[in-house]
């Protein structure tokens, strides 16, 4: 089931945001993240929880280009540009649903269409027009292949987070 926390929602959710840290450097994880500078007031959160698997994916969704700040311009005029990005999805590795390619690849693409839906709705309540998904661009496969997100746009940037190149792959969607 799919939870987004609003940032009214924040101190009543506290709980479910800090096991969401937990999960985002737990071990386990291949990219793992640490709060940023973005992890504000203002970050909504989607935490996804499966009934036998407990936290097993989140995103967090920004009302404002935040990663590609310095490289994209808007119109002073402009808002309903949202971005949502550190996509996530990680099932501990000793869980069995491992050995059983089927249930993982019907699980996963529940999440990832699940996120798209659940994101898709809040747009539609908060009037966001065009959601801009920043995540690396293994993540940006699963979302496209998984999730079937519907990018109008996509592309590849170079984003220096801590003196270090990594790719991140930008797809974006008006709702």
Not at 48 to 60: E, F, P, T, V, W
Not at 150 to 159: K, M, Q
Request: aromatic letters at 12%; glycine letters at 6%.
């Amino acid at each position: 089931m799919l939870h987004i926390i609003t940032p009214n929602e924040h101190h009543a959710y506290a709980d479910m945001i800090s096991q969401m840290f937990d999960h985002l450097n737990s071990e386990s994880s291949k990219n793992a993240y640490q709060k940023d500078e973005f992890d504000t007031s203002d970050a909504i959160y989607c935490v996804y929880i499966d009934d036998r698997l407990g936290i097993i994916g989140s995103a967090r969704i920004l009302p404002h280009p935040a990663l590609l700040a310095g490289l994209i311009k808007l119109e002073r005029d402009e808002d309903g540009y949202w971005e949502c990005n550190r996509v996530f999805f990680d099932i501990h590795e000793d869980s069995p649903v491992h050995e059983d390619p089927g249930a993982f690849s019907e699980i996963t693409q529940q999440f990832y269409q699940e996120l798209y839906k659940g994101i898709k709705e809040f747009a539609k309540a908060h009037g966001i027009k065009t959601l801009l998904s920043v995540n690396p661009c293994d993540e940006h496969e699963d979302i496209a292949f998984f999730g079937q997100w519907p990018f109008e746009v996509e592309s590849l940037v170079d984003l220096k987070p801590k003196e270090e190149v990594t790719t991140f792959a930008i797809g974006g969607f008006s709702f």
